[in-house]
């Protein structure tokens, strides 16, 4: 992999922050000054390539490759479970393997959601997550994406994200625009 294409947007970080090493799940820090590509700006957050190596940067540091943060999330207001679920699979659909320009749910990664109403009248989410190779090394990134968006959501206290490896993922799972996307349609 060349890392990078005539579609990529060079940048030079404005600040120091923070990234993880695709696909070891490592967090480092960039220093202000480097340089760089990215490659992919997708759910909120930006995949780079810098010397060799792809890093994941999330939306909250958008500042630093000079880009706008992304926008709060919203819910009608009286929002009942079937908007505040389709909400959750909005959230759900910024969710990408840094590796893979395709979101969590296309990919058939989503195995199960529901929503549980607390005391306090706020929510709580229950999501099954599988990967597309157990050993993945973006596993635990992946889960904590899917856990930090979906609470971002007004009216969700707590997503419980659980990673699951039974049934294991094949691509007949992906649905028919991720197949053509990747070309196995």
């Given at each position: 992999m060349s890392?990078?294409?005539?579609?990529?947007?060079?940048?030079?970080?404005?600040?120091?922050?923070?990234?993880?090493?695709?696909p070891?799940?490592?967090?480092v820090?960039?220093?202000a000054?480097q340089?760089?590509y990215?490659?992919?700006?997708?759910g909120?957050?930006?995949?780079?390539?810098?010397e060799?190596?792809?890093?994941?940067?999330?939306?909250?540091?958008?500042?630093?490759?000079?880009?706008a943060?992304?926008?709060?999330?919203?819910?009608?207001?009286?929002?009942?479970?079937?908007?505040?679920?389709?909400?959750?699979?909005?959230?759900?659909?910024?969710c990408?393997?840094?590796?893979?320009?395709?979101?969590?749910?296309?990919?058939?990664?989503?195995?199960?959601?529901s929503?549980?109403?607390?005391?306090?009248?706020?929510?709580?989410?229950?999501?099954?997550?599988?990967?597309?190779?157990?050993?993945?090394?973006?596993?635990?990134?992946?889960?904590?994406?899917?856990?930090?968006?979906l609470e971002?959501i007004?009216?969700?206290?707590?997503?419980?994200?659980?990673?699951?490896?039974?049934p294991?993922?094949?691509?007949?799972m992906?649905?028919?625009?991720?197949?053509?996307?990747?070309g196995?349609?």
């Amino acid at each position: 992999m060349s890392g990078f294409s005539t579609s990529s947007e060079p940048f030079t970080l404005q600040r120091d922050c923070h990234a993880i090493h695709v696909p070891y799940g490592d967090v480092v820090n960039l220093p202000a000054g480097q340089t760089g590509y990215i490659t992919q700006s997708l759910g909120g957050s930006f995949t780079v390539y810098i010397e060799g190596s792809l890093f994941r940067i999330d939306g909250k540091d958008a500042d630093a490759l000079g880009k706008a943060p992304p926008e709060p999330i919203s819910v009608p207001e009286n929002a009942d479970d079937e908007d505040v679920e389709r909400v959750v699979w909005e959230q759900l659909r910024t969710c990408f393997d840094p590796e893979i320009p395709i979101n969590v749910v296309d990919l058939g990664l989503v195995y199960d959601l529901s929503l549980e109403h607390l005391e306090n009248g706020r929510r709580k989410v229950y999501v099954k997550l599988t990967l597309t190779a157990p050993g993945c090394g973006m596993g635990d990134i992946l889960v904590e994406d899917a856990r930090t968006k979906l609470e971002m959501i007004p009216t969700i206290e707590e997503a419980q994200i659980d990673l699951v490896f039974d049934p294991p993922w094949n691509q007949s799972m992906m649905s028919d625009e991720a197949k053509l996307q990747t070309g196995m349609m």
